[in-house]
């Protein structure tokens, strides 16, 4: 399946599938981003997505493509992240049954809330890779389907949904940042941006520590990278040794992969919080992030996508209160 691309018919049918279910999510300009950087700044707020950020998406596309007997199955994943919680929410909202696998490692609080949204949840191991083990155990014996979070033709073209939103809402749009992990999401974006507006520079974002992606370009085929701590969590993990469809697409159809440090991404979280007031996790922040560090050539209207707003409050407090501290910027009245 090596050079399979997502087409923007695709996602066109894919916005037709998952728009009763989703919000169209806003667009607004930043004023104080416009004028930090001297070009007319807008941000997707897709954080703001059911679910806390842009999976459910995917989820419900790649949903809408099981058969009646694969519906009846009921579909099986190891993310406890963002996609598991799209996937459960998604499923539940169908009545199809979900189980979502996970270790010993993970915390409480996060099992609950996977529950609550309806899915049965498998507790095995010690590691992601002993839940993914019993993943594919659940799809052997019990005939469950795999949804994958990112490398897959149906994520992709419901995660591209949000680049027609964006042309339609800034039509002259020139240059687009997007947080780039697994590359479904910016893979679907590029597709759809690039076939309505070609010249549109497409550029993803990630943080230093433990860039698959990145990494992956540049060795020219997929390559594994030491997983480390990252206040981007959502942007940790592989892009799969046998990645099929999101190396080529980003390859492709992507202009530059830009990087961030930690405090980098943490001057884009304190960002949006005082000046926008917005709360994002960290792996949504990296395009203002970027933007504030001056990363990127920019040219004409930028629009920055905000992509999830699931961090853990208390970190989301205390990378507030370290800003603070530092007495660099002066409390908002
Ligand atoms: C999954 C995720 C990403 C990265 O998406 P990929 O398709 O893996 O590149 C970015 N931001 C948030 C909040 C996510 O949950």
Do not use: W
């Amino acid at each position: 399946m090596a050079g399979t691309f997502v087409t923007l018919t695709e996602i066109e049918a894919a916005r037709a599938v998952i728009a009763p279910h989703v919000l169209r999510t806003p667009m607004a300009s930043s004023l104080s981003l416009t004028e930090k950087t001297g070009m007319p700044v807008h941000l997707k707020l897709e954080h703001r997505q059911i679910t806390g950020a842009f999976k459910l998406r995917g989820a419900l596309n790649a949903l809408s493509r099981l058969s009646p007997d694969e519906r009846q199955r009921g579909v099986v994943t190891a993310s406890t992240g963002n996609h598991g919680r799209a996937l459960a929410y998604a499923a539940g909202l169908q009545g199809v049954r979900s189980i979502i696998c996970m270790s010993n490692l993970v915390p409480g609080n996060k099992i609950d809330e996977i529950r609550k949204l309806g899915a049965e949840i498998r507790i095995v191991g010690q590691s992601q890779d002993d839940a993914q083990q019993e993943v594919e155990k659940i799809v052997a014996q019990d005939g469950l389907i795999m949804v994958p979070p990112f490398d897959s033709p149906a994520i992709i073209a419901g995660q591209g949904t949000i680049g027609l939103e964006i042309i339609e809402e800034v039509p002259d749009v020139e240059t687009v940042l997007v947080p780039l992990s697994g590359g479904g999401l910016i893979s679907g974006i590029a597709a759809a941006i690039k076939a309505l507006k070609p010249k549109t520079k497409i550029i993803g974002v990630s943080m230093q520590n433990g860039a698959a992606m990145a990494a992956s370009l540049k060795a020219g085929h997929p390559v594994k990278v030491a997983e480390q701590a990252s206040l981007a969590d959502s942007l940790g993990g592989g892009i799969g040794l046998d990645n099929h469809v999101t190396f080529h697409m980003v390859r492709d159809l992507v202009d530059e992969a830009v990087l961030l440090t930690e405090d980098e991404i943490a001057a884009g979280i304190v960002h949006a919080y005082i000046q926008e007031r917005e709360i994002i996790e960290g792996a949504a922040a990296v395009g203002i992030g970027a933007l504030l560090a001056g990363k990127i050539r920019l040219q004409g209207p930028v629009v920055a996508l905000l992509s999830g707003r699931n961090i853990d409050m208390d970190q989301h407090r205390r990378v507030i209160a370290k800003h603070y501290a530092k007495g660099s910027v002066p409390c908002p009245a």
